[in-house]
């Protein structure tokens, strides 16, 4: 499985971003997929996650209610909408596959998720 995450850039505290994630492999529609991020001198933490057909999704408290995890396997892509933009969401966002196939529910455990993308930056600024 390899995955490319893009779609970050600055933004202004308010605003919305998608980011997208290409995932390709054979395996990589039947594998749970999360988002995962790493702010300046932080761990890295997951953010959201999704199981392999799209039907359960798992937010990390910090941005239920702003944040929505989706997929398209057809294309094989793994988004994440994100709005309303907080300084404390200024972080590298890392897309990830689980080593899990065909999960009903996703999980928060980042030793589960084996397959990483470069990451994309996103900064927020006043």
């Known amino acids: 499985v390899q995955l490319q995450a893009f779609g970050g850039g600055l933004v202004q505290a308010g605003d919305s971003l998608r980011l997208s994630c290409a995932a390709s492999?054979?395996?990589?529609?039947?594998?749970?997929m999360a988002w995962f991020r790493q702010a300046q001198g932080k761990e890295r933490a997951f953010v959201a996650a999704?199981?392999?057909?799209?039907?359960?999704?798992s937010y990390a408290e910090s941005v239920k209610g702003r944040f929505t995890i989706s997929r398209d396997n057809a294309k094989g892509t793994v988004y994440l909408q994100m709005n309303s933009l907080k300084f404390e969401d200024a972080a590298v966002y890392f897309c990830?596959?689980?080593?899990?196939?065909?999960?009903?529910?996703?999980?928060?455990?980042?030793?589960?998720?084996?397959?990483w993308g470069q990451g994309t930056l996103v900064t927020v600024s006043s």
């Open positions: 492999g054979r395996t990589a529609s039947s594998r749970e």
């Open positions: 999704i199981n392999w057909s799209g039907t359960s999704t």
């Open positions: 990830a596959a689980s080593s899990r196939l065909y999960s009903s529910n996703p999980t928060h455990d980042t030793a589960q998720y084996i397959y």
